[in-house]
C-alpha cells in the first residue's frame, strides 16, 4: 500500500488534510497497483490454465463412472480446490475447457453444472491458502482496521477469533451441498425433467 506520507484515515479526512488533487493523485496511484495486480495474477492463472489444457489433465479423469453422484462430487472438489489457488477469470477459462465437456458428457444439466461451479469456487475463495476474497476485503478495508479488529477480538473464544474464516465456510458448505445434490435428487425421482 502507497503512503504518500499521509496518516491512514477516513476518505473524508484525508481530503480535508491534503486536497482534492492530492487526493486524487493517491486514489489513481493505489488503483493502478491494484490494477497492475490483478493483471498480473489473471495472466498468471490463464498461464496455469493453458498449461493444464494442453497436458490434457482431463484424459486421466475416468470416462466410466457409473454414478452421477460419484462426477457431482469429484466436480465439486475440483471446484473448491480450483478456487483455493486460481483467480475467477483463469479458473472460468480452465473449467470451460477442461471439465465442462466431461460434466455433460455425464448427464450434468449445463446451468446445473455452472451453478456447482460458482458455489464451489466461492467456497475456495474464502479458503487458504489463497483465501482471495479475504485478501481483496482486506485490501479494500485497510491492514490498519484489519489488524485492529484482530485486537479487539484476541482475549475471545476460538470461534470469535476466527470467525471471519469459519463463519462463510458454515454458510458456503450446507448451501454447496445443496445446489450440488438436490436437483440431482429430484431429477433421480422424477420431480423434473
Known amino acids: 500500500m ?7 484515515s477516513s476518505s473524508m479526512d484525508v481530503l480535508r488534510q491534503v486536497g482534492f488533487w492530492k487526493s486524487m493523485h493517491i486514489s489513481i496511484s493505489e ?72 460434466a455433460y458428457q455425464y ?15 466461492e467456497l475456495g475463495y474464502v479458503t487458504p491458502p489463497v483465501a482471495l476474497n479475504h485478501l481483496l476485503a482486506r485490501q479494500s478495508i485497510g491492514d490498519a482496521e484489519v489488524n485492529e479488529a484482530d485486537e479487539e477480538v484476541r482475549h475471545l473464544s476460538f470461534y470469535y477469533r476466527y470467525e471471519r474464516w469459519i463463519l462463510p465456510l458454515i454458510v458456503l458448505f450446507p448451501a454447496m451441498l445443496i445446489i450440488a445434490y438436490v436437483p440431482y435428487f429430484f431429477k433421480l425421482f422424477g420431480w423434473y425433467h
Do not use: C, K, Y
Not at 2 to 8: D, K, R, T
Not at 107 to 121: D, K, N, S
Open 31 to 102: 488503483t493502478v497497483g491494484h490494477i497492475g495486480a490483478l493483471v498480473i495474477l489473471m495472466a498468471l492463472s490463464v498461464s496455469v490454465g493453458g498449461l493444464l489444457e494442453r497436458t490434457e489433465v482431463m484424459s486421466f479423469f475416468p470416462t466410466d463412472i457409473s454414478s452421477t453422484f460419484l462426477v457431482i462430487t469429484l466436480i465439486l472438489g475440483l471446484m473448491v480446490f480450483v478456487g483455493m489457488i486460481m483467480d475467477p477469470f483463469g479458473a472460468v477459462i480452465l473449467i470451460s475447457a477442461t471439465v465442462a465437456p466431461v
Open 107 to 121: 448427464g450434468i444439466h449445463p446451468v446445473h453444472f455452472w451453478m456447482i461451479t460458482l458455489i464451489g469456487f
Open 2 to 8: 502507497v503512503n504518500h506520507g499521509v496518516v491512514q
